[in-house]
Every structure is written in structure tokens, then in C-alpha cells.
């Protein structure tokens, strides 16, 4: 009972000093400021997020989506993972574009790992799943096909760890490349101006990833 009673006094003390001093000073309602707390908390939750990860929760456009799938096969026979998958758009794309496999998200971040999941409530798709988990501890052994639209210094830790996927799996990047390997593929797209989509497939029977690298830039390549 007397933990109780702390939590309520903490309570009371809250809404009476913080809120009650901060919608005085800025000439709000407490609900108005208990929602600007709110927006803030969030946004500082997602700010600490960024700087932990090393990679802010940026959502790829229409166009940077239709450009990373063009660059994946027509059919993957495997598990989908989408590394970093921020606040949904992408990986609600793949599993649209392949309804027959399982599509999985990771994201660190709670505020879009959260948003995500509501968007996943309100239009449901039976092969899309959340997971809030840093992916560098995952196990990656099953994925045929990764995107990921991450940082530099990101990407240098993801570069070893892609090595656990399978002979053949694809990876897809937005933006960054792989800096200790050479590229599949390197498109540049008209509807996307300078930025670059990388392609890495894996070879178990060689080295990691190809060496031939190649760049293509005609104005017609983007869908």
C-alpha cells in the first residue's frame, strides 16, 4: 500500500509541477502539454535510438522502393529480411510483392518498431512480422534475399555479418554500399537522382560476393 501511495504522490507531483509550471510558461492546457511531453519524449527516444544504432529511422520513398525491388529476382525461394525496417513502408512492400514468403523487419528503435506494428494491426498481411531486435545478434542463416537502407559505418559491421547467409541469397542496398566489397550491381536511377542501389549476391564456393562491378544509367531504367 505505501508503494502505492508513492506511485500516486510521484503522479501528483508530476501533473502539479512539470506539467502544471511548463502549460503556465507556454500558455497550454494540461492535455496540450501532457501531448507536447509526449512528442518530445518520443522524439528524444528516437533520437537516442539513432545515435545508439548509428542510423536514423528514414523511410524509403515510393520511387527508392520501386528501385530496390527491381533489383531483386521476380521469385525468392526463402525467408525475406528487411534490416533496419524503420517505420514499415519497404517491408510492407516485399511482403506484397511476395505474398508466398515469410517477410521479417528488424528494428531496434521502439517508436518505429511501435508504428510499424500498428500499421501492421490496421491492414494486416499474414507474411510481414515485426521483430524489435538489434539484426547484428540475429541469426541470418535462413534469409534468401536482405535489404537494408542503413549508414557507413553501419554497413561496415553488416559486411561480416552477411556471411552467414546461405549460397545465393541477394542483398539489396539503398543508398551504401559494402565498402570492403565490390558490388553485383550498381544502378543509378532517373527518379531517384545521384543516389545508388547496391546488389550483393553470395557465393559460398568463392569469395563472399562477385567481383564483376558494373554501373547503369539510362534515363528509362526506373519503372
Known sequence: MATLNGAHNLADWFYTTWLGTLASAISLSLIETALLTAVLAGTLLILFYALRTGVPPQSSGRAAREALLSLLPETIDGDIADLGSGWGALAEVL?????????????????????????????????????????????????????????????????????????????????????????DEAIRFSTTGATMYYRYVVHRSGAPYPSAFSVVTPADVAR
Open 95 to 183: 511482403a506484397d510483392r511476395y505474398p508466398q514468403n515469410q517477410v521479417v523487419g528488424y528494428e531496434l528503435s521502439p517508436i518505429p518498431y511501435w508504428f510499424s506494428c500498428l500499421r501492421l494491426k490496421i491492414t494486416p498481411r499474414a507474411n510481414l512480422e515485426y521483430r524489435r531486435a538489434n539484426f547484428l545478434r540475429a541469426d541470418l542463416s535462413a534469409y534468401r534475399a536482405v535489404t537494408c537502407y542503413l549508414m557507413i559505418g553501419a554497413m561496415k559491421v553488416l559486411s561480416a555479418k552477411l556471411n552467414e547467409l546461405p549460397d545465393g541469397a541477394v542483398v539489396v542496398s539503398h543508398a551504401f554500399s559494402l565498402r570492403d566489397r565490390e558490388a
